[in-house]
């Protein structure tokens, strides 16, 4: 059962010197004025100029894998109502990852500890092709900016990409075990981080490779800047880089205090790229400035306890921040616990300002853009709509039988697709009567 919990005092930080927000607490919506982004053949000219270094059993189902109705004889400890529209049946064990196609929110690619990865219609699950040659569990799934192209990648660190017109693979490289990846928002560019600490920079198709050498520790998570020019990366040291794209060398480096004291789990940034947010197994968010690399901000929510001084490769057993992001209209960000607990925290007095309880814990969460409507999937199955504004409860989806492992969500937010260790992915239509 969903609880509204009270809200409560984020830890005492210092006040935002360099930054100023909106703290009208009667304000419904604050619209970020953005000059809109870079001309993109600006953008392809700066990555030309980059001075590059060469580097060297199929479920049972129909033949396009997907089904319009619940399935009978699937065992799993969550059996219900079936809220999907589309369910995709092609994986035969657990759906790792799932991206959307970027201009047209038409297609899906999904990868799966099957091996496999598969791109697909969200309309009727009707399979495009598959991404085949993966030989370990296929653990990032993305399209490229303008989705012509997708990427997958496997934990052994082979990354594929096809070029998604024709069908056909372009470009392959194999790395060290892959971490996270993660497409250039403005150019053909792919960026990944393994577990040597590298974080590495193709262009694709014709493979010029850049290396960011970190601490000697996996890269956890990575997330290029909105700038297209920057990169901000977490390692399970606890240490923070703000790597320069072009020149290749770190602009800010937290560390020690500065940074978290254990392997960060995830990171986001605003709109502008001006703020970035991290979050660890020490159970702490911090909010750095991407300009002066400073902590601007340290939330962590009140029934989490205290555990500091974790020693080297040390983690919470109890929690950790599993996924955050920041509103688009309000100055507020949110943080998904393994607890179950989703925070809501102004970033105007860096106060708690709601926590929402889940059943289980939270895996991932989204901002629908140009709202207060913030969507959580967690390990029971669930995907949930919350209102930050007031933490309530909007509505909730259901229709998996295990843990949902991934979620995306439609640039119009009409739809949700998930993926669990069901063998599943499912495609959610989102109904909301508040608009």
Known sequence: MESESESGAAADTPPLETLSFHGDEEIIEVVELDPG??????????????????EEEEEEGNEEGWVLEPQEGVVGSMEGPDDSEVTFALHSASVFCVSLDPKTNTLAVTGGEDDKAFVWRLSDGELLFECAGHKDSVTCAGFSHDSTLVATGDMSGLLKVWQVDTKEEVWSFEAGDLEWMEWHPRAPVLLAGTADGNTWMWKVPNGDCKTFQGPNCPATCGRVLPDGKRAVVGYEDGTIRIWDLKQGNPIHVLKGTEGHQGPLTCVATNQDGSLVLTGSVDCQAKLVSATTGKVVGVFRPETVASQPNLGEGEESESNSVESLGFCSVMPLAAVGYLDGTLAIY??????????????SGIVQLLWEAGTAVVYTCSLDGIVRLWDARTGRLLTDYRGHTAEILDFALSKDASLVVTTSGDHKAKVFCVQRPDR
């Open 37 to 54: 982004p870079p001309d993109p053949d600006d953008l392809a000219q700066e990555m030309e100029d980059v001075d590059f270094e060469e």
């Open 346 to 359: 102004d970033l105007s007095t860096q106060t708690l300002r709601h926590q929402c309880q889940h059943q």
